[in-house]
């Protein structure tokens, strides 16, 4: 089998590493020679973290898709502009195309998924989502005997590796930040990490497939982690939680939540213990139970390991290509935000004055809201305090009451902070 690459940074030199050192088992399982012959690139003078002897570098990867003898294009850029183009022009070519491109996929994958069926090529995209974790195949071949009721996962690495590194070294959000780039973790732009866009696109292609619905990552609520502040994770440690980035994916009724944002989560539950680069997708079939699916979330090899296994999967002809690996698809319409229901965790500043905490507590009242548990602390020598809140189960509406009616309070000193809390197992 003829492959040629599209770009040959961490995931594409992560391939071509594995291929080189598992290229024999990997012909003995399948019985085919996968040979990587032109990759496109952008500096050809540039160091590589690989060998490139054997491979013929280009600059124009125009060439790799309209080359006569490749069969399969590894697609290891990113982006959705020339990237589209590329990939459009591989599957008319006759092409399968193999991506890592979330952004991709999440936003283009209806249309090309349609036109790679129109082709009779495959489109595979098994490394988009949590690296090298096959949630995918798992989703779409092991629990395809399952109607899946929810998933919920970390499935930003970075995002994770920062929050791990800032609750266990109480290390400084940006100096983190810069460790997971220049450990090949983070998007391009890291603002995808950091704000939750990287983990709104790959919720929205893991509900598309649990689901059997549509593509909808225009409707994911999405939140990021750029307003967690030490004290959040030092008070949620304080209370028996870990703060965790998760997207969630929930059946309710005719339609489904797809939300990413942090997540308070007891530390008992497995998923609070997941750190690092590590991610991890509990999903809840109705056959199955409960199961979770644990691994490197990024990474050279690890991203190569799912690229790689989309490859075999072309050579044993497994997967089938329908929309989204569905013959038909559900319409299950995206639930408002608003219109959920969660704990919560609300951290206030406040004067520490005589009768604050009954104001507050009537404003709970007011909107029929319990509190399960309550930490005050005085902060600093102005006699500000912080009150920290978990709450009952309640509507997000009424939170955002309970928020406007403190924020426009006379005792009130800052924003409040809103964090979801939610048990999974
Ligand atoms: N930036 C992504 C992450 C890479 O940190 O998870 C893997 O998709």
């Not at 591989?90 to 952004?103: D, F, L, P, Q, R």
């Not at 008992?268 to 199961?291: C, H, P, R, W, Y």
């Not at 009954?358 to 909107?367: D, R, V």
Request: net charge negative; charged share 20%; with cysteine.
């Amino acid at each position: 089998m003829k492959v040629g690459i599209l770009g040959l940074g961490t995931v594409g030199g992560g391939v071509v590493n594995v291929l080189k050192k598992n290229g024999a088992s990997i012909e003995r399982r399948t019985g085919v020679n996968i040979q990587v012959i032109l990759a496109a690139v952008r500096d050809i003078k540039q160091d590589r973290i690989c060998d490139t002897s054997n491979i013929k570098l280009t600059e124009d990867p125009f060439e790799v898709v309209n080359h006569p003898e490749i069969d399969v294009v590894l697609e290891l850029i990113g982006g959705t502009g020339l990237t589209k183009k590329l990939v459009e022009t591989a599957i008319k070519n006759g092409k399968h195309v193999i991506t890592a491109n979330k952004a991709l996929i999440a936003k283009h994958g209806n249309k090309l998924i349609q036109s790679a069926n129109k082709n009779k090529v495959r489109l595979l995209f098994e490394a988009s989502v949590a690296g090298g974790i096959p949630i995918i195949k798992s989703l779409e071949q092991g629990l395809s005997a399952n109607k899946i009721e929810s998933l919920a996962g970390i499935i930003n690495g970075t995002g994770n590796f920062i929050l791990t590194e800032m609750k266990e070294k109480n290390r400084d959000f940006d100096d983190v930040l810069k460790e997971a780039q220049s450990l090949g973790y983070a998007e391009a732009d890291p603002t995808f990490d950091v704000e939750g866009i990287d983990a709104a696109q790959k919720l929205a292609i893991l509900a598309a497939i649990a689901f059997g619905t549509e593509l909808q990552f225009d409707k994911v609520f999405t939140k990021g982690i750029s307003n967690i502040t030490t004290e959040d994770i030092n008070y949620a440690t304080e209370l028996g939680y870990t703060i965790k980035h998760l997207g969630i994916a929930k059946r309710v009724g005719n339609g489904i939540e797809l939300r990413v944002h942090p997540t308070l989560i007891s530390n008992e539950e497995l998923i609070a213990n997941v750190n690092g680069v590590m991610n991890a997708v509990l999903v809840k079939g109705d056959a199955l139970g409960t199961s979770l699916y644990y691994g490197a979330g990024a990474g050279e090899e690890a991203t190569a390991s799912s690229v790689i296994a989309d490859l075999i999967d072309i050579i044993n002809n497994q997967t089938s290509n329908h929309i989204l690996g569905w013959k038909s698809q559900e319409k299950l319409t995206v639930i408002d935000t608003e219109s959920i229901d969660s704990e919560f965790y609300l951290r206030l500043l406040v004067s520490n004055m005589k009768g604050v905490l009954a104001k507050i507590t009537g404003i709970f009242h007011q909107y029929n809201v319990s509190i399960e548990e309550l930490i005050q602390k005085q902060i600093d020598e102005n006699n500000n305090a912080h009150i920290v809140i978990i709450t009952n189960k309640v509507n997000t509406k009424d939170i955002m009451g309970i928020k406007a009616a403190i924020e426009a309070s006379e005792f009130n000193q800052d924003n409040m902070q809103i964090i979801h809390v939610e048990s999974l197992d």
